[in-house]
């Protein structure tokens, strides 16, 4: 129980412990901080890494100047950017093999169905909609991959998603995250962050399960005899 705990206190206090860590390693902050946002979205097996409070929290010590603000968003847009274009290469090469071998217990069947339903509802788009949503985030470019969208196509949803993705939150944390009501609870602005990106989720779940259940019953009153 103290591992959960742990991984509690790092999600909720992602300020103190990255103002720790740069007192600690000083630049080398900004390789760690690549290589999180690198395999939350390049690593399938990676979706419980933070994405969108971990942007903001950076933000936030760009504004006191512990962190430089242009070599934080360009580093990290990069490593977005790389990210998801190895996760679809990693979906074209491998996905339906590991899928069909089921060798990848982290991969739960519920997040790959709703990364398919963003895909039927907003088509390629989901590649920029779904870095703002957890989970979706990192299953829809091996999902893409799986489903051998155009790499030129994806390439260019992949760069723009990032960079919006890098931009809004990191930007968010710089302008909002040292003002001392966020700062004071921003174990609440975290929470807020998370509840507020997996909104789509919720919906889409909810949305998916109502045609299901309509679906069951158009066919049981198909089967009903006049």
Request: aromatic residues 14%.
């Amino acid at each position: 129980m103290e591992w959960i705990q742990w991984a509690i206190d790092q999600f909720l206090h992602f300020d103190q412990h990255l103002q720790q860590m740069l007192n600690s390693f000083g630049l080398w902050t900004y390789v760690f901080l690549f290589l999180i946002v690198f395999c939350e979205t390049g690593l399938v097996v990676t979706p419980f890494l933070p994405g969108d409070s971990l942007l903001f929290a950076a933000g936030a010590l760009t504004a006191t100047h512990s962190l430089n603000l242009g070599v934080l968003l360009v580093s990290l847009a990069i490593a977005a950017i790389l990210g998801d274009a190895v996760n679809y290469l990693l979906g074209a090469k491998f996905g339906e093999r590991f899928l069909a071998a089921q060798k990848i217990p982290w991969i739960r069947k519920g997040h790959l169905d709703q990364t398919h339903a963003f895909f039927e509802r907003y088509g390629n788009k989901t590649i920029v909609l779904a870095r703002f949503v957890p989970i979706v985030r990192t299953f829809a470019p091996f999902v893409a991959g799986i489903g051998q969208m155009s790499y030129r196509q994806f390439g260019v949803y992949n760069i723009v998603g990032g960079c919006a993705w890098v931009l809004s939150c990191t930007l968010a944390g710089f302008l909002f995250g040292n003002i001392p009501i966020v700062k004071d609870n921003f174990s609440l602005v975290v929470l807020g962050i998370v509840g507020v990106s997996v909104l789509p989720i919720v919906w889409e779940a909810v949305r998916s399960r109502a045609r299901r259940r309509a679906a069951a019953t158009a066919s049981e009153d198909g089967n009903h005899p006049n």
